[in-house]
């Protein structure tokens, strides 16, 4: 076991994962010499000289090309600096890695990973700090991962990389260094499609990921309620099992995202819960989450992100209907 924090867990996972598998590239804007601008993938190119790719600042021909390399026959691992660069990358992730299968019926297939810095909290300047979740998890064929912690990212990159489909890897740069905790220096994996309980609760079930579960934990940690936290891990393919099976018990759900309010994640996961869940419920599901704006600039930023109160006045909100 090594203290780390999700920078070097992340980086741990791509340097066994190409260890292991030669066909393993890495490519991406800086991602070589520089390290990546989070410097996520520094000492690879030292390692890998020849499967760790600087390319130009053109989002559209990284996604064609990491589809190219995946449909070619090797596992790509592209890297679009900022979420709010992603919208480029659609196109390709929409249109061919989302469709290569279905089109192909079942001939070829597109094993390949972009890794996205996602999320606010960092004070970044406009195109910095957006959350396009929904965007890649309403596309068919395309699975849709966002870690919360150093040991769930290790281990969901290795399966990410493993996995002969798409995979969209969000990382909430909020937490790349502020969480640190034991890692496994040795290869493992988490399952996609799995969510996990954080903690067990009895009075309300909170629904969420990526840098939303850690505040999740500081509420539950200081709230006069029996809180059960389930990290949803993998947003496609949704683990509805344990979501609903949690809320049964409970009888009660929050749902906690960053992401702007309407058409948001936390809307497909409310309307999972009203639809097998409904006779159970002592309190309509409520959301808390961003707004339906842009994320404003930094001195607005903490208004926008779901704090700790608002999380609380939610959870009364579901306590006392």
């Keep these: ?99 290569i299968r279905w089109r192909t019926g079942g001939r070829y297939h597109a094993p390949l990973v972009i890794r996205i810095p996602y999320g606010g909290g960092i004070k970044a300047l406009e195109h910095h700090s957006d959350s396009p979740e929904a965007y890649f998890v309403h596309t068919p064929g395309i699975k849709v991962v966002i870690p919360s912690t150093p040991y769930e990212a290790k281990g969901l990159l290795a399966s990410s990389i493993r996995d002969p489909d798409p995979v969209i890897f969000l990382e909430p740069k909020r937490i790349y260094r502020a969480i640190k905790e034991d890692v496994p220096d040795e290869p493992y994996t988490i399952p996609l499609g799995e969510a996990k309980i954080v903690r067990e609760g009895e009075d309300v079930t909170l629904v969420s990921y990526g840098a939303m579960t850690r505040t999740c934990k500081q509420v539950m940690e200081k709230s006069k309620h029996s809180i059960e936290i389930i990290d949803v891990r993998t947003l496609s393919p949704l683990d509805t099992k344990t979501i609903i099976e949690s809320v049964k018990k409970t009888g009660r759900a929050v749902i906690v995202h960053e992401a702007p309010r309407s058409c948001g994640f936390g809307a497909e996961l409310a309307a999972v819960i009203n639809d097998r869940d409904l006779l159970h419920l002592k309190a309509p599901v409520t959301r808390v989450t961003g707004f339906d704006t842009v994320m404003p600039l930094p001195k607005l930023e903490e208004y926008y992100i779901p704090s700790a109160e608002r999380i609380e006045a939610g959870i009364e909100k579901v306590m006392e209907f």
């Design 1 to 99: 076991m090594t203290v780390m924090n999700m920078v070097q867990a992340i980086n741990s996972a791509l340097t066994q994962e190409m260890e292991a598998d030669g066909t393993v590239v890495v490519l991406g804007e800086d991602v070589g010499i520089d390290g990546g601008v989070f410097r996520v993938t520094d000492g690879l190119l030292k390692k890998f000289p020849n499967r760790v790719i600087d390319t130009p600042l053109a989002e559209l021909a990284i996604a064609g090309t990491t589809v190219g390399m995946a449909v070619y026959g090797l596992k790509p691992v592209a890297e679009i600096q900022f979420d709010g660069f992603s919208p480029p990358i659609l196109d390709q992730i929409i249109c061919h890695a989302g469709r």
